[in-house]
């Protein structure tokens, strides 16, 4: 299947555009109006591109998984280090895969070293992180590049993510999440999360094999879309 990153690209740039001129202040609307609607034009398009470079690299994600039986972590990073140097808008990619209650103690035991334990983890009341609980199934991240902050967490139970990660599996489309502060640095800003399934082979247990995943760091990103003096009577909020 086809991605639509066309249509999520389009959709981010609309609600900046919209945001935009929502709070938009100082331009007078009768001798302004012509300004501002180029303006809120150009301030999409600039959205539009710098989101696009970086999620470019999903268009090649479901051939790589396909074209091997089982991904290593190692060939993971080799796949997706290039994107990251080429790109400081990229927080990091990630490999969750769709894990069955039977099949989790294997992967626990082979997923891990002597020096790294892997274990399944989920978000408690508190926030904070304990063993996940029994279920049908998880998503853990089994591979986190560059960061491994989250190793073994159960995405499916965060807030933020689990409604993209439900809508991806569901509608087998490129979904994002809604904005969250990064994990794991200090003043490290916020986030937001692109998820897209990758499809299993026929006559398996699940639809598809797992999610492979992308974090974008806003503040990169949005530094470039309002380079220049052009808004500088324009307050933007993301």
Same mark, same amino acid.
């Given at each position: 299947?086809?991605?639509?990153?066309?249509?999520?690209?389009?959709?981010?740039?609309?609600?900046? /555009?919209?945001?935009?001129?929502?709070?938009?202040?100082g331009i007078e609307r009768r001798h302004k109006r012509a300004e501002f609607d180029r303006?809120?034009?150009?301030?999409?398009?600039?959205? @539009? *591109? +710098?989101?696009?470079?970086?999620?470019?690299? %999903?268009?090649?994600?479901?051939?790589?998984?396909?074209?091997?039986?089982?991904?290593?972590?190692?060939?993971? @990073?080799?796949?997706?280090?290039?994107?990251?140097?080429?790109? !400081?808008? $990229?927080?990091? %990619?990630?490999?969750?895969?769709?894990?069955?209650?039977?099949?989790?103690?294997?992967?626990?035991?082979? /997923?891990?070293?002597? +020096?790294?334990?892997?274990?399944?983890?989920?978000?408690?009341? !508190?926030?904070?992180?304990? !063993?996940? #609980?029994?279920?049908?199934?998880?998503?853990?991240?089994?591979?986190?590049?560059? +960061?491994?902050?989250?190793? #073994?967490?159960?995405?499916?139970?965060?807030?933020?993510?689990?409604?993209?990660?439900?809508?991806?599996?569901? *509608?087998?489309?490129?979904?994002?999440? #809604?904005? =969250?502060?990064? =994990?794991?640095?200090?003043?490290?800003?916020?986030?937001?999360? =692109? =998820?897209?399934?990758?499809?299993?082979?026929?006559?398996?247990?699940? !639809?598809?094999?797992?999610?492979?995943?992308?974090?974008?760091?806003?503040?990169? $990103?949005?530094?470039?879309?309002? @380079? #220049? +003096?052009?808004? @500088?009577?324009?307050? $933007?909020?993301?």
């Amino acid at each position: 299947a086809g991605l639509r990153i066309g249509v999520a690209i389009g959709l981010i740039g609309l609600v900046i /555009a919209i945001v935009s001129f929502v709070v938009a202040y100082g331009i007078e609307r009768r001798h302004k109006r012509a300004e501002f609607d180029r303006l809120a034009e150009h301030l999409a398009q600039v959205v @539009e *591109t +710098n989101f696009r470079f970086p999620l470019e690299v %999903f268009q090649s994600t479901p051939a790589f998984f396909e074209s091997s039986e089982e991904v290593t972590g190692v060939e993971f @990073e080799t796949f997706v280090r290039g994107a990251l140097d080429r790109h !400081d808008g $990229i927080d990091s %990619f990630q490999w969750i895969p769709i894990v069955a209650a039977d099949e989790r103690e294997r992967l626990q035991e082979t /997923a891990g070293d002597e +020096n790294i334990p892997f274990v399944i983890r989920e978000y408690v009341d !508190d926030g904070g992180l304990g !063993d996940a #609980g029994d279920r049908a199934e998880y998503f853990p991240v089994l591979y986190d590049t560059p +960061n491994r902050f989250m190793l #073994g967490v159960d995405l499916s139970t965060d807030t933020i993510l689990a409604p993209a990660i439900e809508k991806a599996v569901s *509608t087998d489309e490129l979904t994002a999440s #809604g904005r =969250f502060r990064l =994990f794991g640095r200090r003043d490290a800003g916020y986030g937001v999360a =692109f =998820f897209y399934p990758i499809e299993e082979e026929a006559g398996t247990k699940t !639809d598809y094999r797992g999610i492979v995943s992308i974090t974008l760091k806003l503040k990169p $990103i949005m530094d470039r879309v309002l @380079e #220049g +003096n052009y808004l @500088e009577d324009t307050r $933007i909020v993301l």
